[in-house]
């Protein structure tokens, strides 16, 4: 029996408050991992790894950080259209921190608690690896 | 206030990836010869990288040099042995001659040389019932240890027991900074010369991490390129389609002499090492700092030490492992250095073809780097061929360059930030 | 032109003793005995399961950002505790400093037995990833920590302290066995001497109470017969300063760096016998053999107490590895700079 969203949730913000050793107040949804929580790149590895054991999955690498960007590649056009996409989709997020033309590098800080919490939402629900 | 010791190179040794010493690598360099392919040593299908830069070590050490005594104990061992005869034979220094007893040495190795089964047969056993026993671990430990067990795990052993076998008496020291080692290690043996510490000093570096659970480590890491199918393509510094680096392995041994005393034998010198800088990035556990910062103190260090300006230097021996992130820092720390004036610097990174040696690599690549001043040539970085905008330097993407060098920089960097730079001027 | 000379203005500590150096003083001072069977694993199987262990350590407060700790095994926790500790007792300014550097000496690295075992756990059949390498690599690319090499590479220890200290200066881990701590010192007083760094945070942290040290010193015979030799754990870190500018900040200084020797020989001969040792006899008693750091920890106790006279700390270990180093008393220290 798959648990629900609202367990996902709980367990996820655990291990991210956990691995990133930060208090469960500053631990919520709209959170970047990188600005707000101080994460680097050890601690998606970590991340990864915590939630595989938790909830028994195997969690194909880049699969859960691709997310939003997934097929995007390198094109700056592209990722300036997903961005809009994404920024329509979560008004809660601090858009004002990102650079007006981001490159794939300033992505991985756009990965927020919500990120996993959707990644894990989905698997869990039965659907497919990667998003549609 | 005396005049300033100078030091110079007047022996080198290798075991390296294609190559068993240094005129073979360094006409492989030359010739643009990757020397990197699927792994063979063991079964590696289970591995998203099956990819890496082999070396093979005669047995032992065998042109007797050193004497038999210090085998047994892994590859590094293996490595270091044979590398340092050779650099000591190159020099024209018989091991306990009257050179010795006053000598130094300087090393840096790996973690340590640990037999597989020794150590996953002791991890079985503890793995009994799905928790870990303890009690069971430490007992198939002590069943299954195999020889020389102080020795393996220890840097410092090989050391001891290397300088004992070369009759060297002087000062001695291991050092384990990671991918900063090798350099660290050329640089501390110079630092002893030109403080009057020593006249003569045998400094290298050996390493080996193509071994199952070295493979395992790098790739959990998410460090290693994944090019499986191209591995000759996979080691692609400064480019931009680079996805990680290669696993090498290999030891660098070096003869750092006083020049006096190397003029009054007559010995051969290949180059002068003129300063050594050293920093740490004190930044994160693995991302370099975005700024390099580390990188740029390491470089600016190693100048000052050296008396010399960026506009001196003609070549950097660039840490260049093809990662993603520590390629762009370091072009970043270059630039910070350099200025305008990078455009006119070559920069090459040897790691494009032996992949990289890890502990080792900066000894290899001391090497490399005097031999570029001897001979007044460069070697490519293989595989340029999609533009980073973000590295937009002098690769020597054509092939090796002819090109008299006054002075050059060889770079490197580590995991936990560590960063270590060497000057050398042509002799 | 005068070379510059290093200063020790303050001292760190962590044995199995306690936390701190006043609680080892204490401890010793009342003959307190520390050594008992190892709890941190199972050593009965070995020919002595003694063991000298820190407890209580709570090392938190002293990591300025707290997340690295899961990266830090046990010596690397002992040594940033140790550094932090030396860097208040000497009142150094704190933040971000290009010409603090850091060498620290250890020996050996503990692996981490029970992760390993974890890696191999979840396989059908965890015996065969020993004998095939192909089972191997699916065990650990499935089962093992990816942090784990990181939480394993011994430079880490360094770096660890570079990082919670902002300090950019040079970097090292001194690897040469039971000498390496006291070697680091010697490193880091040079680094000073040469205009490298103009302060350091130099000295030993160790932990051999694993399975790993315990088979090799055994494997030695050195777990053998009536007065085994009690592998322990702890870190001992000094500060060292350039002289003029510790003496210009108005830093307390509690000797002053003299002659070292890096190998055996006659110079650290010469320092062996031409000096009051550093007492390391009754740390070894109560402790147990803090190996890398223990040099160290008996320099530290012998500065605490203050010097009436020179002190020569001296290191040695089975493979031939050694280190010496001679601390003078501070007045000479403050009249040579006058």
């Known amino acids: 029996m798959n648990p629900s969203p609202s367990e996902i949730e709980a367990r996820v913000l655990s291990i991210v408050a956990d691995a990133l050793d930060q208090p469960a107040e500053r631990v919520t949804l709209d959170a970047s991992l990188v600005d707000d929580l101080g994460a680097e790149s050890i601690d998606f590895l970590d991340i990864v790894f915590r939630l595989e054991s938790d909830f028994g999955l195997k969690i194909p690498e880049e699969e859960i950080w691709q997310g939003s960007f997934d097929g995007v590649g390198d094109d700056p056009v592209a990722i300036a259209e997903r961005l809009a996409q994404l920024k329509a989709r979560r008004p809660g997020f601090r858009w004002d921190r990102v650079p007006d033309r981001p490159t794939r590098s300033d992505l991985p800080r756009l990965i927020t608690v919500g990120t996993v919490v959707e990644y894990l939402e989905r698997r869990l629900s039965g659907g497919a690896a990667s998003p549609e | ?427 | ?338």
């Open chain 2, 1 to 427: 206030m005396s005049a300033r010791r100078r030091v110079v190179v007047t022996g080198v040794g290798l075991v390296a990836p294609g190559a068993e010493g240094a005129p073979g690598l360094w006409e492989n360099l030359l010739a643009g010869r990757s020397a990197i392919g699927p792994i063979r040593r063991f079964d590696a299908s289970a591995y998203p990288t099956r990819i890496a830069a082999e070396a093979h070590a005669s047995a032992g050490d065998p042109a007797g040099v050193l004497g038999r005594e210090l085998g047994g104990r892994g590859r590094i061992w293996d490595f270091a042995v044979e590398a340092a005869s050779q650099a000591l034979t190159a020099a024209g220094l018989a091991p306990r001659g009257p050179w010795a007893a006053s000598a130094g040495l300087s090393l840096a190795t790996g973690m340590g040389t640990y037999g597989h089964a020794e150590v996953f047969g002791a991890a079985a056993a503890g793995a009994v019932r799905g928790s870990f026993d303890g009690k069971a671990f430490a007992e198939q430990l002590r069943h299954g240890l195999l020889p020389h067990a102080a020795d393996r795990q220890s840097p410092g052993a090989l050391a001891a027991r290397l300088a004992r076998a070369a009759g060297i008496g002087g000062p001695l020291l291991a050092s384990m900074t990671a991918c900063a080692g090798g350099t660290q290690a050329v640089g501390d043996a110079f630092r002893w010369i030109r403080r009057g510490e020593a006249d003569v000093v045998l400094a290298g570096a050996s390493d080996s991490e193509i071994y199952p659970m070295g493979l395992a480590s790098f790739c959990l890491l998410g460090a290693l390129s994944r090019r499986n199918d191209a591995p000759e393509r996979a080691s692609r510094p400064f480019d931009g389609a680079r996805d990680g680096f290669v696993l090498g392995e290999g030891a660098g041994f070096v003869v750092l002499e006083e020049l006096e005393h190397a003029r009054a034998r007559g010995a051969d010198v290949l180059a002068e090492v003129a300063g050594f800088g050293s920093a740490c990035d004190a930044w994160r556990a693995t991302d370099p700092h975005p700024e390099g910062l580390g990188a740029v103190l390491a470089m600016r260090r190693a100048l000052d030490d050296a008396g010399l300006s960026p506009s001196d230097v003609d070549y950097v021996n660039a840490h260049g492992t093809s990662t993603p992130g520590g390629d762009r820092a370091e072009v970043r720390a270059l630039r910070a250095v350099f200025g305008s004036r990078l455009g006119g610097v070559a920069v090459s990174s040897t790691k494009s073809m032996i992949g990289h040696l890890t502990v080792a690599a900066g000894a290899v690549e001391a090497i490399v780097t005097a031999l570029s001043l001897r001979d007044g040539r460069v070697h490519p970085t293989l595989n340029q061929e999609v533009p980073d905008p973000e590295c937009g330097i002098d690769t020597v993407p054509e092939g090796a360059r002819r090109r008299d060098l006054r002075a050059a920089l060889s770079n490197s960097f580590a995991f936990g930030g560590q960063t270590a730079c060497l000057a050398f001027v042509r002799a």
């Open chain 3, 1 to 338: 032109m005068k070379e510059r000379r290093a200063v020790v203005t303050g001292l760190g500590l962590v044995t199995p003793l306690g936390t701190g150096l006043g609680a080892t003083r204490r401890a010793l001072a009342e003959g307190r005995c520390a050594v008992a069977p190892a709890t941190l694993f199972d050593a009965r199987p070995f020919a002595s399961p003694l063991a000298g262990e820190v407890h209580d350590l709570d090392p938190r407060p002293y990591f300025r950002v707290p997340k690295a700790l899961k990266l830090c095994d046990r010596r690397t926790r002992f040594a940033v505790c140790a550094a932090a500790m030396a860097l208040e007792d000497a009142g150094f300014p704190a933040g971000p400093s290009e010409g603090l550097g850091v060498s620290i000496g250890t020996s050996g690295s503990d692996l981490g037995a029970e992760e390993l075992s974890a890696a191999l756990a979840r396989a059908e059949d965890p015996a065969l990833p020993a004998r095939d390498t192909d089972a191997f690599g699916e065990a650990a690319l499935a089962g093992l920590n990816p942090l784990w090499l990181l939480v394993h590479l011994p430079n880490m220890t360094s770096a660890h302290v570079a990082i919670q200290q902002e300090a950019r200066g040079p970097n090292t881990t001194v690897m040469t066995g039971w000498a390496a701590g006291l070697a680091a010192i010697v490193e880091g007083a040079a680094w000073i001497a040469e205009g490298r760094a103009d302060a350091v945070l130099a000295g030993g942290a160790d932990s051999a109470v694993h399975p790993f040290a315990f088979a090799a010193l055994e494997q030695e015979g050195l777990l053998s017969g009536p007065s085994p030799l009690v592998p322990a754990e702890g870190a001992a870190v000094v500060l060292l300063e350039e002289q003029e500018a510790a003496l210009a900040r108005g830093a307390r200084i509690l000797g002053e760096v003299g002659a070292h020797a890096l190998s055996a020989g006659t110079r650290l001969a010469a320092l062996a016998a031409g000096a009051t040792s550093a007492p390391s006899l009754p740390l070894e008693r109560l402790a147990g053999n803090l190996l890398a750091a223990h040099a160290p920890a008996a320099l530290v106790l012998a500065l605490a107490e203050g010097l009436a006279g020179p002190v020569a700390a001296v290191a040695t270990g089975p493979a031939g590895e050694a280190s010496a180093l001679q601390v003078l008393p501070p007045d000479r220290a403050a009249r040579s700079a006058a």
